[in-house]
């Protein structure tokens, strides 16, 4: 499977532009970091005194050594705590892998964090997220929803009645982390009204968070599945003909009773994935999705797209969609216009049923889809109109490097990321697996720019994370543990924190 001439241009484009920087020096203020070619590899990431610089390629860790690497950020406190993460000022919150529960952290002095209370939640999602605005702040997990205002003591409002979708007679709930579930994939509204989730796309409606009876879920597949492309639309178009609707089937409990498919191939002839990952922009009229497909003979429908969706009209509409994938999506304000970073999973060491595996030696452009989650893109959705404009990677992923790669042992492959502040941003924090974690300077969304990193190992894969603004540190979740980050001067500098 090929991605777009257009998508194509564009790659062939931005690398031949980022040989060419490559080679252009970094002002005074950053002149620690070394020089950067593309034959060399080597991070540009400013690296201060006593950090622990990579002993080669951008993202390496060769065969037998263990990761233990910094450059431009400092671990300065850590809990033996795992899990998936989100924070709110000096509070932390990790749902360790495999409980019903939220671990409330204390990270008042960043060194010594201090693990609090937990809180119980129910159902199952692969991420975790927290928003504060200005009448409310509010964190979601699975179904559990919690007031944070007082971010050590958490409030449990109530719990959404996401509907319990499965695929096969008898799939167990909760199952896979959500796999032929809802929700997978989570996301707040910035004025923490409304939760979206995946897969597809639903809308739970918490204005009244006094009465959870009132929180009202819609289905909007059967808004979006006709505008895009695939199998499923003449099913769909058919059904409508003869006055059925196969949501209104699929709630049904003498119908479909939220079985999406009696197998995950009849599920894919059905339903569109339509999200993976999603965001909001800042005022909540357009939501951005992006999925995931795979490679090969069994792939359906088009290769990986992100879309803009009008939530203001009913039924929903699609504005644009744009070429790239997005199991990790994020919405972001710079320069005045509007971007989001977005990627997929996996990488060469995941078994693929339903797809062909990924390989860093192929050439740029590569496919996008499933087991091709080497790289993240950033795409501009200014007016509506999506266009990919740059490419977040790191060199061990490239192919003139991939043997390199190949004699490690390790498969750095990306899962999510962090954006510092989406309404200004400064840099995205990307999970970048076994390559740890890579900080890029977003400023110029054409051209991004590794600035730090910190690889103690591999990351939580729905870890996302946070950044507290007013102490310059990062809350990640480390596959040994909670880890709390500071970022040093020099990078605080290069980015204008």
Request: hydrophobic share 35%; charged share 20%.
């Amino acid at each position: 499977m090929c991605v777009t001439r257009r998508f194509a241009r564009f790659l062939r484009v931005f690398l031949s532009l980022l040989a060419a920087a490559s080679l252009i020096g970094e002002s005074a203020a950053i002149a620690e970091a070394p020089a950067v070619s593309a034959q060399s590899g080597v991070s540009p990431a400013a690296c201060g005194v006593g950090d622990i610089r990579e002993p080669g390629i951008q993202g390496e860790v060769p065969k037998g050594a263990t990761a233990n690497y910094n450059c431009g950020v400092k671990l300065v406190g850590q809990l033996p705590l795992v899990g998936k993460l989100q924070g709110v000022g000096r509070c932390a919150y990790i749902r360790p892998d495999g409980t019903n529960e939220i671990v409330v952290i204390d990270v008042s002095n960043p060194a010594k964090p201090v693990q609090v209370k937990s809180v119980p939640v129910t159902g199952a999602s692969e991420t975790m997220r927290a928003v504060v605005a200005k009448d409310r702040a509010i964190l979601v997990s699975g179904n559990s929803v919690y007031d944070i205002r007082d971010c050590l003591n958490p409030v449990h409002l109530g719990d959404v009645k996401w509907p319990p979708l499965n695929i096969g007679a008898s799939a167990a709930e909760g199952t896979y982390e959500g796999y032929g579930q809802l929700p997978h994939d989570l996301r707040l509204n910035r004025a923490a009204t409304k939760i979206y989730a995946s897969p597809g796309l639903w809308e739970a409606d918490i204005t009244n968070l006094k009465d959870p009876g009132s929180w009202k879920v819609t289905d909007y597949r059967c808004d979006l599945t006709p505008q895009i492309p695939g199998p499923w639309q003449e099913l769909h178009r058919q059904a409508l003909a003869g006055g059925y609707n196969l949501c209104d089937d699929g709630a049904n409990p003498k119908g479909a009773n939220n079985r999406i498919g009696g197998s995950r191939m009849q599920a894919g002839l059905l339903w569109p994935s339509i999200a993976h990952s999603l965001d909001t922009n800042l005022d909540g009229t357009r939501l951005y999705v992006g999925d995931q497909k795979v490679v090969g003979k069994k792939n359906l429908g088009e290769t990986p797209k992100i879309r803009i969706i009008d939530l203001t009209q009913r039924p929903l509409k699609i504005l644009s969609v744009g070429d790239g994938p997005g199991h990790g999506l994020d919405w972001f304000h710079a320069g005045g216009r509007d971007y989001v970073l977005h990627s997929n999973e996996w990488g060469t060491s995941q078994k693929q049923p339903y797809g062909t595996p990924g390989d860093t030696c192929h050439p740029y452009p590569r496919p996008t889809a499933l087991g091709w989650g080497f790289e993240a893109f950033i795409s501009e959705v200014t007016g509506d109109q999506a266009r990919g404009v740059s490419m977040v990677h790191i060199a061990i992923n490239d192919p003139q490097f991939c043997e390199v790669r190949k004699a490690s042992g390790r498969d750095p492959w990306i899962a999510y990321h962090l954006i510092d502040n989406p309404l200004n941003a400064k840099f995205a924090a990307v999970n970048f697996g076994d390559a740890g974690l890579r900080i890029f300077d977003i400023r110029q969304p054409e051209k991004p720019v590794e600035v730090a990193y910190f690889n103690h190992g591999p990351l939580v894969h729905g870890g996302i994370g946070y950044y507290d603004a007013s102490r310059g540190l990062i809350y990640a979740a480390g596959t040994s543990g909670f880890w709390v980050l500071r970022v040093e001067p020099q990078v605080k500098a290069r980015l204008g924190l």
